[in-house]
């Protein structure tokens, strides 16, 4: 159990980025996450030098149909030679580098490619990514995958979700997150420059269910999570004003969200300054 002035060691902060933990560790490391940034900062940290090392692998090996396991053979040959000094009722721990350490081999190999390489490396790799994204990964989508992203509600009357400020749209857990990259084949896109976003919004009786969660692109294209944001915010409006029905704002939402925009705010391009016309409206006495 972690205290609230521990820290969680590296070990551990691996085995949760592998999925290896046990639900009530697992639950633990994310609890402690969500309350200390010293620990967040090194799970970002070997994150990113795991995605930085398989990209630099990626864009240094010569492709073959023999390559990957070529590779394995002489990684394997490398460690029985480190180990062979160890007593035989010892195995080395990291005998086989697909088991439950990977990520801490990951990590220590990101470590020492980082010692040897130098920028035009750097900048090959970045070049050879690109290359290979697709232009619907590289920018983000635009709009959800209909067999990932259906939309996902919770029973809920327009009633309740007026009351008050309503459920906050707050951010999945980081392991929900990497679930969603995973899911649209972006692992190796950059994390900050997407919102893992609610296809409909909380606010609107959305859940956070992986069903109703995608990586939507923060500012590569005109049709952003930021245009997306003041689309729930004016549904919600036009619901709690009695204008539009709960289900028909879910429905359109769901569809075709940049359909819906164009629908509700008509207009073809999204509005530069939309969200401070919603906020003047809502402080308007007349609205």
């Known amino acids: 159990m972690h205290h609230a002035n521990d820290h969680i060691s590296d070990e551990e902060l691996l085995l949760s980025i592998d999925g290896e933990l046990s639900a009530r560790s697992a639950e633990e490391v994310l609890t402690h996450l969500a309350a200390c940034p010293a620990c967040r900062a090194r799970m970002e940290t070997l994150e990113a030098a795991g995605a930085n090392f398989n990209r630099a692998y990626r864009a240094v090996q010569v492709p073959g149909p023999d390559s990957s396991a070529s590779a394995r053979a002489n990684l394997q040959r490398r460690i029985a030679a480190s180990g062979a000094s160890r007593p035989a009722s010892r195995p080395p721990r990291w005998a086989n580098p697909f088991s439950l350490h990977r990520w801490a081999y990951v990590f220590a190999a990101a470590l020492l490619l980082a010692a040897l390489t130098t920028g035009w490396l750097h900048r090959s790799a970045s070049q050879r990514l690109a290359g290979t994204l697709a232009p619907s990964v590289a920018d983000g989508p635009l709009l959800p995958d209909t067999h990932l992203t259906p939309g996902a509600t919770r029973p809920v009357t327009a009633n309740q979700i007026c009351m008050g400020s309503g459920p906050a749209e707050d951010k999945p857990p980081l392991r929900m997150q990497r679930a969603v990259f995973h899911e649209y084949g972006m692992d190796g896109a950059p994390a900050r420059a997407y919102e893992v976003d609610h296809l409909i919004t909380p606010?609107?009786?959305?859940?956070?269910?992986?069903?109703?969660?995608?990586?939507?692109?923060?500012?590569?294209?005109?049709?952003?999570?930021?245009?997306?944001?003041?689309?729930?915010?004016?549904?919600?409006?036009?619901v709690c004003g009695g204008q539009l029905d709960l289900a028909t704002a879910q429905h359109d939402m769901a569809s075709n969200w940049i359909q819906a925009y164009k629908k509700y705010f008509h207009a073809d391009q999204p509005l530069p300054h939309a969200s401070e016309l919603i906020d003047n409206r809502r402080r308007s006495p007349s609205s």
């Open 203 to 238: 606010a609107l009786g959305g859940t956070d269910d992986i069903r109703n969660l995608w990586p939507e692109p923060y500012a590569t294209t005109q049709w952003n999570a930021h245009v997306k944001d003041d689309l729930e915010d004016h549904l919600h409006d036009l």
